[in-house]
């Protein structure tokens, strides 16, 4: 039968190779955004932030660049393992918004032996 | 130092029953936050309470939902007379602090409502 709801995009990507997983923000004034992992059955679990002064920052294995110009923030993996299977969401703090997380729609990665 | 801890982790109801879901926050947090998440989607704000507070509650739908903080115990988010469209993961997320600092998520509840 047909799905009902919105299915989540798929990253797949050989154990070994680089992630990149993207996502795109439509509030100008947000100052705050974190990377989400989301294992089945579990809660988020944080990987990294970035604040709206600054670019880039770098984790262990995680890279999240921020372009404020075209709202968009990319999380990079590093020699992607297959516990780094899950599903990775943004999620934005406005000014003015009381700490209030907004998440994006998420990006399912799989990551193939 | 344990984390958020949530509880029933499931909890099965039949529409117009209430549904009760409790959260500890970490020690030392004093910010709660809910936030509800249907299968296959991101999580949606629903509440922020701080100690017998609350801070915005602009997701909670206006009728059958209410969430409290008090001085001593859990945080509880209430739903009563659940239909089956209420049926979803529920978040509790706490931080020591307000504004741009990481929110620590629980494992949630998942409810289900027959």
């Known amino acids: 039968g047909e799905s009902v709801g919105l299915h989540l995009p798929t990253l797949s990507v050989q154990e070994g190779d680089n992630s990149i997983i993207n996502c795109a923000y439509s509030?100008?004034?947000?100052?705050?955004f974190i990377w989400y992992k989301q294992e089945s059955g579990k809660g988020p679990q944080f990987i990294i932030d970035?604040?709206?002064?600054?670019d880039k920052r770098q984790g262990q294995r995680v890279t999240v660049l921020l372009n404020k110009t075209v709202k968009h923030l990319s999380l990079q993996i590093a020699a992607t393992q297959p516990g780094d299977s899950a599903v990775y969401f943004c999620a934005e703090i406005g000014t003015g918004t009381a700490s209030k997380l907004t998440f994006g729609t998420g990006t399912r990665l799989q990551v193939t032996l | 130092n344990a984390g958020v801890m949530q509880n029933p982790r499931h909890l099965v109801r039949r529409r117009g029953q209430e549904a009760r879901l409790r959260c500890s926050p970490m020690?030392?947090?004093?910010?709660v936050y809910w936030y509800r998440q249907l299968p296959e989607e991101g999580l949606k704000f629903m509440v922020y309470l701080q100690k017998e507070n609350i801070i915005d509650e602009s997701g909670m739908p206006k009728e059958r939902f209410s969430a409290e903080f008090p001085k001593e115990g859990p945080s509880i988010l209430r739903i009563q007379q659940v239909v089956r469209g209420d049926s979803a993961a529920y978040f509790c997320?706490?931080?020591?602090?307000?504004?741009?600092?990481?929110?620590?998520f629980g494992p949630g509840t998942r409810l289900t409502v027959t």
């Open positions: 509030n100008s004034a947000s100052d705050y």
């Open positions: 970035i604040r709206s002064n600054m």
């Open positions: 997320a706490s931080s020591p602090v307000t504004g741009d600092y990481e929110q620590y």
């Open positions: 020690k030392g947090h004093s910010h």
